[in-house]
């Protein structure tokens, strides 16, 4: 790829899990009768036809990945694992309670902190309780973040006979000098050991997370991770850029010094070379840092054109509702989004008292939702239209006029009713994308508020 591209756009920038992002959500934020609201409207439309998807925030760890951006509470205690999941049981019941009909869930998904951090009991606990008084959509997909070092074949069994078909193994990396800096220090033969048992239990989808981008990580690193991943030959593997965001997280990410981070074009030569190994691999390239084989579901939703993106990152099944449970997590109604709050006292607090736990959130506007579908065909599909007069809006040639440096450069290409971003070009999506969010353009890029988009 060319480096003076690289240069040109590798610029601070939103993933897009949404549209708005969050830094962007309204600042007077967003009462709870309107998510309430917004919640239920979203259930009545769409729980009977294609079901909701419910995410459920398991935050703690025993120790601190430095490379972790996510919300956590470090802990070798795990008698906070009970109060903890029956908290999260009452704060279904909350939603259970306002939607009045029993939820039919298409999509659950556990993630961290380590789910795995929690006993095989304790999560069949929080499952069963989940779905005692709800229902499985006939094509719902179950799905669970697994550590290596602590998932057991009990874990694995358990969440299986519950109806749990997926689960995804947190890699990064296999050199150890990288793992010492990241703190992840886990050998090879957990992955291979999980992952044997996954497949020997039935699963049918394995993902391995690979990041590339760490410190101290070479091209050696990287393709060696690769091709060792390879032989395990997991289903997905989700190839992310490591997003150095210190000013978010604080200590964790300073773990390290920012001299031992490849610079910008070996980052970028990192990733060319580590998806021309796994295309190599019959792996192909799904939406933005993905990748699958022909066989599973994530491919053939996006060959489809069915691919969806939300605060859990891509998915093969759309839900208009996303039901978040737990501490931090993120709800989105598709016409609202809402957060709760961030420290496990306050949240246990609040859900204790009956209420929702929502500290923030943002009520979409109806341009808002026009430039949301953009952003996500943009994303999912690497393509958008505004024929219709439902996707037009105002500033549409403005943002086309921010689009012609890119369409000059040979990263976008522009009709009368359309854009495609071509193969070559979707390292570069993310800058398409931010040429479409109107409320990033009128506040301008902020240094320290996104991690670099290329």
């Known amino acids: 790829m060319n480096n003076n591209l690289i240069r040109k756009y590798n610029i601070p920038g939103p993933r897009y899990t949404s549209y708005p992002t969050v830094p962007f959500w309204n600042k007077e934020g967003i009462l709870i009768s309107e998510w309430k609201e917004t919640a239920k ?50 704060e279904w019941q909350l939603y259970v309670d306002l939607f009045e009909e029993m939820p039919v869930i298409r999509e659950l998904h556990l993630g961290g902190g380590t789910p795995t951090f929690f006993s095989p009991e304790n999560l069949h606990k929080l499952i069963s309780g989940i779905l005692t008084v709800s229902k499985k959509h006939p094509e719902y997909e179950f799905s669970f973040e697994g550590h290596p070092n602590n998932t057991s ?6 969440l299986y006979d519950l ?60 393709l060696f ?32 010094d920012e001299n031992d981070l490849p610079d910008n074009e070996i980052k970028r030569l990192l990733y060319e070379s580590g998806k021309k190994l796994l295309e190599d691999c ?38 208009q509702l996303m039901v978040g449970l737990g501490m931090s997590s993120i709800a989105d109604s598709w016409y609202s989004f809402s957060q709760n709050v961030k420290t496990i006292k306050e949240y246990e607090s609040l859900v204790n008292a009956s209420d929702f736990p929502v500290f923030k959130g943002h ?3 109806e341009k808002d939702l026009i430039i949301r579908k953009h952003i996500l065909n943009i994303m999912c599909h690497f393509e958008t239209s505004w024929e ?16 012609k440096e890119m369409e000059s450069d040979g990263l ?5 009713s359309s854009l495609m971003v071509p193969e070559h070009a979707r390292p570069f999506v993310r800058n398409v994308c931010m040429a479409f969010d109107l409320l990033l353009q009128k506040s301008g890029a902020k240094k320290n508020l996104f991690s670099k988009t290329i």
């Open 163 to 222: 109806g749990f078909t997926r689960v995804s193994l947190g890699v990064q990396d296999y050199n150890e000098k990288v793992q010492q800096a990241i703190h992840r220090l886990q050998p090879v033969e957990n992955v291979k050991k999980v992952t044997e048992w996954a497949r020997e239990i039935g699963y049918s989808s394995i993902s391995h997370d690979l990041v590339f981008g760490l410190p101290f990580q070479t091209l050696e690193d990287v």
């Open 225 to 256: 991770t690769i091709n060792k991943t390879n032989e395990f030959r997991p289903d997905r593997i989700a190839f992310y850029s490591y997003a150095h965001v210190p000013w978010v997280k604080g200590v964790g990410q300073r773990g390290f």
């Open 153 to 158: 074949k009990e874990h694995l069994q358990t």
């Open 41 to 90: 409207l979203s259930f009545d439309e769409s729980n009977e036809s294609e079901g909701i998807s419910v995410y459920i925030h398991l935050p703690f760890c025993e120790s601190l990945c430095t490379f972790c951006a996510c919300h956590k509470r470090i802990t070798k205690r795990h008698e906070v694992e009970n109060s903890y999941i029956e908290t999260v049981l009452k």
């Open 388 to 403: 219709s007069d439902e996707l037009q809006f105002v500033e549409l040639q403005e943002t086309l006029l921010r689009l």
């Open 282 to 319: 019959g792996y192909k390239e799904v939406g933005m840092d993905h990748f699958a084989l022909e066989s599973d579901s994530l491919y053939q939703s996006f060959v489809q054109k069915k691919l969806h993106r939300n605060f859990m990152g891509y998915s093969a099944n759309k839900t």
């Open 363 to 365: 009520l979409l506007s």
């Open 412 to 416: 976008v290409q522009i009709s009368e």
